[in-house]
């Protein structure tokens, strides 16, 4: 079955750490994006990557870090400098077709948690 | 300014009965696609429907259709003949041709079904 992971469902992580969270897809997509949604305020951009070894800052990239070493993978590190980290992420990836009628897949996404 | 404003922030509808989103979008670019996603309480964002910019027809799929008036800037959802099921949040997005890789979301509309 072709997809999106995310992993854990569910984070609690204590105040001052950092906690990782995981992204992989099977779907051959070039294109991998990271989104944080707020009760209220919908999804919002933290980073998005187009190719390996190649990722930009979204509107919230503030207390973020990503990676993008392989094509299937795209973690996003959730640092202590992010003041108000308990949200629910979603993680999307979409293919460079070059056509704006190609739609964003979604993983299950991850509650995480401050304690 | 926002990309994409949806000012319904709850709706309810009598199942049998059709509803419709509003969602108005913001952009200079010619060329551009618009989205609507559904979000049960699970939290996975399953796609609905795509409207193209250069889309002479409103888009169908099912009970969904998208009523595309482009010179009010406006993209929104019906639902026809609402099923409990339907109960969710309902997100708005589009894609620029200029800002290819980035998906910008409304804040969501959500959708209760009453029997």
């Known amino acids: 079955d072709g997809g999106i992971t995310q992993s854990p469902k569910y984070l609690f992580r204590k105040e001052g750490q950092n906690v990782t969270l995981s992204c992989e897809q099977n779907?051959?997509?070039?294109?991998m994006y990271w989104y944080r949604q707020d009760p209220g305020q919908g999804l919002r951009l933290i980073y998005y990557?187009?190719?390996?070894?190649?990722?930009q800052k979204g509107d919230i990239a503030e207390g973020y870090s990503v990676s993008r070493e392989k094509k299937e993978s795209f973690p996003l590190t959730v640092t202590s400098a992010q003041k108000n980290p308990t949200a629910f992420y979603l993680c999307?990836?979409?293919?460079?077709?070059?056509?704006?009628?190609?739609?964003?897949?979604f993983g299950q996404g991850t509650r995480l948690t401050v304690v | 300014a926002q990309k994409i404003t949806q000012t319904q922030p709850g709706m309810f509808v009598q199942e049998k009965e059709a509803v419709t989103l509003d969602c108005t979008y913001d952009?200079?670019?010619?060329?551009?696609?618009l989205f609507w996603y559904k979000q049960p309480s699970s939290g996975e964002m399953i796609f609905l429907i795509y409207?193209?910019?250069?889309?002479?027809q409103n888009a169908t799929e099912g009970r969904y259709s998208l009523n595309f008036q482009k010179a009010r800037k406006s993209a929104n959802l019906v639902i026809s003949a609402s099923q409990l099921g339907d109960s969710a949040m309902y997100f708005c997005?589009?894609?620029?041709?200029?800002?290819?890789?980035?998906?910008?979301f409304g804040s969501g509309t959500k959708l209760n079904v009453k029997p």
């Open positions: 999307a990836s979409s293919p460079n077709t070059g056509t704006l009628n190609t739609e964003a897949f």
């Open positions: 779907l051959n997509h070039d294109a």
């Open positions: 990557s187009q190719i390996v070894n190649d990722f």
């Open positions: 952009t200079s670019d010619p060329s551009y696609g």
């Open positions: 409207q193209g910019s250069y889309d002479q």
């Open positions: 997005a589009m894609r620029e041709a200029e800002n290819f890789n980035k998906f910008y």
